[in-house]
């Protein structure tokens, strides 16, 4: 990491003193993610100057590796010409998500500068769904035949296989392109010559439509250990694939989505650094005005049994750890359920199991902590046993309807085609904040004749 540092110190430096002939010859040594990474250290017309100085067979991977924000300023800078060369050198899927990303007036001087087949492919694309196989597929695959034979086929890779995003997988189609079967290259090099593709292909295949979530599709990817993954129409036409690079990317995006759920925010598709302070403020305020509203529950419980803890002022003591400790085990339970769902190894109909495993956890885990709870009370406010007494059991119930409440709520999102991390920690404790507060006080007028 150090060296990667110091060389991109070095080529920024090249920039500055436009030394554009060396810098040239550096960026050639570099892969095509470094070289994007570098340009977006670059400020204004550099990130043009040097973009310009790529080789033609780099120009469009280092493209298709950029911030959209980058991609749009270089857009709008260039040449129609330049543009052409980029959009007819991108692979069909990287020209679809950069397109996604510009206002409407560029993406018509991009499409205005595109051949009629690939303009013809891009619209295609954009047609389909939002989140779909379909838009994160490309066309750029190998097709055989199987009446081919191996080394028909094998040259067939040979003339076609540049343009293509991968070789590795041949998918064999017949002449109404309905997929037939899928191919190895490894296959392919351990046959003889003379066999038909018939007899190498495998007809068991895994493939999804071109409506399908993106992310059940790269969920396959994980599931099968899959390099790529056809993707066929409702008459089972090979219309695209989708390779490992775009589930990759699929399953980060919805990662960081979950995860900023999760934490109370609205998704973001920017980064951080790149996001104004309006936006992030605008993506955080709903779900903070959201749980402040939620919150004054709370005190209206607080409010309900104020002359209790009027009457003994030691009980507000052991509100925080009540409401602390049925958040946390709340945001334990939730956690695992979504990250559950999320990878498909819980789903609706397991909903009784969770719910018995889930209460036998909080039954062991209440009965932990209210055993040393009671302990250290014991000590710190000796003659007080009821009172210690009252905030075990309230803490016991706490921890048991937190956790339950943390694995259904998910669920219940999930049934309801909601998102489940929209269930997370600080929804689940403004909830389990106001049952402990009912239990706590309700079980204080009881054993304490409050």
Known sequence: MENYELNFTRLIQMAEQRDYISLKKELETLQEVDVA???????????????????????????????????????????????????????????????????????????????????????????????????????????????????????????TGEDRETIYTCYVIDDRRVLDGVVSVKSLLLAD????????????????????????????????????LPVVDKENRLVGIVTVDDAVEVIEQEATEDFEKMAAMLPSERPYLKTSVFDLAKNRIVWLLVLMISAMITGGVLERYETAFAAMPLLVTFIPMLTDTGGNAGSQSSTLIIRGMAVSEIHPKDLP???????????????????????????????????????????????????TVGCVLPILAKMCHADPAIMAAPLITTVVDAFALIIYFSLAQRLLGL
């Open 37 to 159: 990474q570098f340009l977006e250290l670059l400020s204004g017309e550099k990130i043009v100057v040097v973009f310009r100085t790529l080789p033609k067979e780099m120009a469009a991977e280092v493209f298709a590796n950029l911030q959209p924000e980058t991609q749009e300023y270089i857009v709008t800078s260039i040449t129609d010409q330049e543009i052409a060369v980029i959009i007819e050198d991108l692979f069909v899927d990287d020209a679809v998500d950069f397109l996604e990303e510009l206002p409407a007036n560029v993406v018509k001087r991009v499409l205005k500068n595109a051949g009629a087949d690939t303009r013809a492919q891009i619209n295609q694309f954009l047609n389909y769904p939002e989140n779909s196989a379909g838009s994160i597929m490309t066309a750029e695959f190998t097709d055989l035949r199987k009446t081919m034979t191996v080394a028909q086929a094998i040259d067939h890779i040979r003339r």
């Open 353 to 403: 199991q969770v719910v018995w495993k889930e209460l036998r956890v909080s039954v062991l885990v209440g009965l932990v902590l209210s055993v040393v709870n009671f302990i250290q009370l014991a000590i710190r406010y000796p003659g007080n046993e009821l009172v210690a007494l009252t905030v075990v059991l309230s803490l016991f119930a706490t921890v048991v309807i937190a956790k």
């Open 193 to 228: 010559d003379e066999q038909l593709i018939l007899d190498v292909m495998d007809t068991d295949i895994i493939s999804v439509n071109t409506e399908d979530d993106r992310e059940d599709v790269a969920q396959l990817f994980s599931k099968y250990g899959l390099l790529s």
